[in-house]
């Protein structure tokens, strides 16, 4: 049995794996429907190094269609089902709270809101009922454009600045898990790299502020593999049409950096870069 309370104190960066069971994520779509070949997925990036395998059934990119509440469930039980007995520590990305409900009773250990608590009310009470570690994700609602409630609704300005902003309006989402019963010692927070944050200069203040989100107390979960704003540096740099390798290679990079910088975890695709990565930045933070 996974000891929660160990893997929410994590002294050293983690390094999560992206599954993604999905028709549309933006840079695998496609690839791990089949069951199969998800659970061989998750099995290869548990050898590659991976200590948390992150299972998503929704893309949740600007534009994504919503898949139904039944494809959501069934997606992810499966895999649960498939890679609990390999000895997974299964972080689930969903929003729906009858899927938490029934991933957690397959033995997943971690739920990932994306919302933040924020699309389904119920889901920070399943958490609440639930021994599990609870990732609260900065959420202000989909991009301009997308397939939201408001889809012409532009949510990417920051008033007060983005690190300001990103950090006050998150602590209130965590103040909402809290009044719901969650408990203090099982939340761990995201800063939503990507999220209503479509450019470098909305993303890199995040991670160079990294320092502010981690005096609120809680373990620090950092979500940069081959986001957009990657491929804009990169195009900065004369690269106009990245390849996944190169994107790969930058995530690396922000990996070693977030980990000289204590995040508890880096959520990423490429699992052996990274792994790389987080083992220089540990060892880089102990010189500090």
């Known amino acids: 049995m996974t000891d929660l309370q160990a893997l929410h104190d994590a002294p050293s960066t983690m390094v999560m794996g992206v599954l993604n069971i999905t028709e549309d994520s933006f840079s695998d779509g496609g690839l791990w429907l089949d069951p199969d070949k998800a659970a061989q997925h998750g099995r290869d990036m548990m050898a590659a190094g991976a200590d ?6 929704e893309s949740t990119r600007p534009g994504a269609k919503r898949v139904s509440e039944e494809d959501e469930h069934r997606r992810i039980t499966g895999a649960v089902s498939a890679l609990i007995p390999a000895g997974a520590v299964l972080s689930i990305d969903t929003t729906r709270a009858s899927v938490a409900a029934a991933a957690l009773e397959g033995g997943a250990q971690i739920i990932n809101d994306v919302s933040g608590g924020t699309l389904d009310a119920e889901l920070p009470h399943v958490v609440a009922d639930h021994d599990c570690l609870y990732i609260v ?3 202000r609602g989909w991009l ?3 397939k939201g409630a408001n889809p012409d609704q532009d949510t990417s300005v920051y008033e007060h600045g983005v690190l300001i902003d990103v950090h006050d309006e998150l602590m209130r989402q965590v103040d909402a898990v809290l009044d719901a019963g969650v408990k203090t010692e099982r939340i761990i927070i995201d800063p939503g790299l990507g999220f209503s944050k479509p450019g470098i200069e909305h993303n890199l203040p995040l991670l160079t502020g990294l320092k ?5 107390g809680y373990p620090v979960l950092i979500g940069q593999s081959r ?3 990657i491929s804009a540096m990169l195009a900065d740099a004369g690269i106009s049409e990245p390849s996944m390798e190169q ?3 930058v995530t690396a990079a922000l990996s070693a950096l977030s980990a000289e910088h204590g995040a508890w975890a880096v959520r990423v695709h490429d699992v052996a870069k990274s792994r790389a990565a987080v083992i220089a ?3 880089w933070r102990q010189y500090l």
């Open 52 to 57: 948390i395998i992150d299972i998503g059934a």
């Open 137 to 139: 994700q900065h959420w």
């Open 144 to 146: 301009a454009g997308s």
């Open 212 to 216: 502010l989100f981690r005096a609120a």
């Open 227 to 229: 986001k957009r704003f």
């Open 247 to 249: 994107r790969d290679d």
């Open 281 to 283: 930045g540990n060892t």
